[in-house]
């Protein structure tokens, strides 16, 4: 690095380090406490990080940062180090109750001293810091030492500071999308195999349109984030699609149609089959109408390990999209990514319930899900009743799907929930002899006390679906319909 560009100050208070809302790490964080959660995505090497400085103390490595006005700096490396130092000094800062008892502990067997003052390297030079940043990163330690970044964590870092990188360009702006989304992206991801799918023509086809620095949807943001989630799903760490299954031209598109059709969104996306009008209506002459380099990657790039998968890859070009593609309720978990309620303190029972139904893998513990989803659908009816308690008056015990029947026209009434999400709701929560809805709400409660009746994956994740705009709408009176 440029030695001289940067200057030492000793002694910042922790309160003037501000996290990076794009560091690669964090990617989209929409303030300081969402910086913190999504650090904490990986609670494991975060706690082993802060075990670390609580018995060894900070490590020698600087922290980078950017100065600010007021005195305050954006830390642009060492987001891990100060967010650790952050915990250990102020557990409460974990929205997670059970693990800021962990940072609590850590603290209390703490051999040094946690530092609430850490001396820092300054520059307002911006490519200074990114050359220094990029050069490091070469060690994990298991979480305790500093962290290589992949192509996806390079790429993430260059585009959130306004740098286009020279690859994953495309790849990367509709990934970061999907993070302001509220849609989580692996730091694992593989973003070499999405980016030779991914060219301008399918950025289109799949609802979205190139804007420089930025990709924008083309279509309602409610459908363009279910496409990216379907997207994050399919091509992320043990998706079921991988550079063969998309390889030609053929196959992406019939991918893309795989998806649309089994979004619902086939009729949104329809575009003209010939190239001779150019994209988006402009003349073919149009210099932004070549083809681009990300449309020559998508279709004929290469990467590292191309070498092992030719021989693959020769035998299934031409052949078709042939990879069976998960519809919309098969995922891992019951939750879907994009579900992310606020909760208030006094409802942390409610936060600790969605998180062990993201945790749970539904086909390894169908009966836990079950009642995990039940109580969790309690929790938020009664939510919704405590705020609203004047007009809907209180629970009726043990008439659980009449209160939220009830919440749930309140809900409509105020522009909560639409018209479609509305019937969607009352049909599940009917009694089981008023609908031939092969599972509602009772039907939870005969898993808890039938001996006879056991849940499945599919019928658990289309429930979760079609109530899932209820569920939103009791922690948040703001929503409304796209």
């Not at 509220?182 to 195999?193: G, L, M, Q, R, Y």
């Not at 399918?202 to 989630?229: M, Q, T, W, Y």
Request: proline share 6%.
């Amino acid at each position: 690095m440029t030695r001289n560009a940067f200057v030492p100050v000793w002694a910042v208070p922790l309160e003037k380090l501000l996290l990076d809302t794009k560091n690669p790490r964090i990617r989209a964080g929409h303030d300081q406490s969402d910086c913190i959660e999504r650090l904490l995505r990986k609670p494991k090497q975060m706690l082993a990080l802060a075990k670390d400085i609580a018995a060894n103390g900070l490590s020698t490595a600087p922290i980078l940062v950017e100065p600010l006005k007021g005195k305050k700096y954006v830390v642009w490396d060492g987001n891990r180090r100060i967010t650790a130092l952050k915990l250990l000094n102020a557990p409460s800062l974990c929205g997670n109750k059970a693990l800021a008892v962990q940072f609590a502990a850590a603290a209390a067997k703490a051999v040094v001293q946690i530092p609430s003052k850490v001396d820092i390297l300054a520059s307002p030079d911006k490519q200074a810091l990114l050359k220094e940043v990029l050069a490091r990163h070469a060690g994990a330690l298991e979480g305790a030492g500093q962290l290589t970044w992949d192509a996806l964590l390079r790429t993430m870092f260059l585009l959130g500071h306004k740098n286009a990188p020279a690859d994953y360009r495309l790849a990367g702006l509709l990934l970061m999308w999907a993070e302001e989304n509220d849609v989580e992206v692996d730091d694992a991801f593989p973003i070499s195999t999405i980016h030779r799918f991914l060219n301008k023509k399918s950025l289109e086809k799949l609802g979205f349109r190139d804007v420089s620095e930025a990709v924008e949807p083309i279509i309602e943001v409610d459908a363009a984030a279910r496409v990216v989630e379907r997207l994050v799903q399919d091509f992320g760490p043990g998706g079921r699609v991988g550079v063969n299954d998309v390889y030609d031209q053929q196959q992406q598109n019939a991918y893309i149609e795989s998806i649309l059709v089994e979004l619902g969104l086939a009729g949104m996306q329809e575009k003209p089959r010939s190239d001779q009008s150019g994209s988006r209506g402009k003349p073919s002459n149009d210099p932004s109408n070549t083809p681009s380099t990300d449309a020559a990657d998508g279709a004929r790039g290469r990467s590292d390990d191309d070498d092992e998968e030719e021989p693959q890859q020769k035998r299934r070009r031409g052949s078709g999209y042939r990879a069976t593609h998960k519809p919309e309720w098969d995922r891992k978990s019951i939750v879907r990514p994009r579900f992310k309620p606020e909760f208030p303190d006094y409802m942390w029972k409610a936060e600790e319930v969605l998180r062990e139904l993201r945790r749970t893998k539904t086909e390894d513990a169908l009966i836990a899900t079950a009642a995990l989803f039940r109580m969790f659908v309690e929790l938020s009816t009664k939510a919704y009743y405590r705020r609203h308690r004047s007009a809907l008056g209180e629970p009726l015990q043990g008439e659980m799907h009449k209160n939220a029947l009830a919440a749930a026209a309140h809900m409509r009434q105020y522009g909560r929930l639409d018209q479609g999400e509305l019937d969607a709701t009352t049909r599940r929560f009917k009694e089981k002899s008023q609908s031939p809805t092969p599972l509602q709400y009772a039907t939870l409660n005969d898993y808890m006390h039938s001996f006879k009746n056991m849940p499945d994956r599919q019928s658990l994740h289309i429930l979760w679906g079609e109530i899932e705009p209820y569920l939103e709408a009791c922690w948040d009176d703001a929503r409304r319909p796209e």
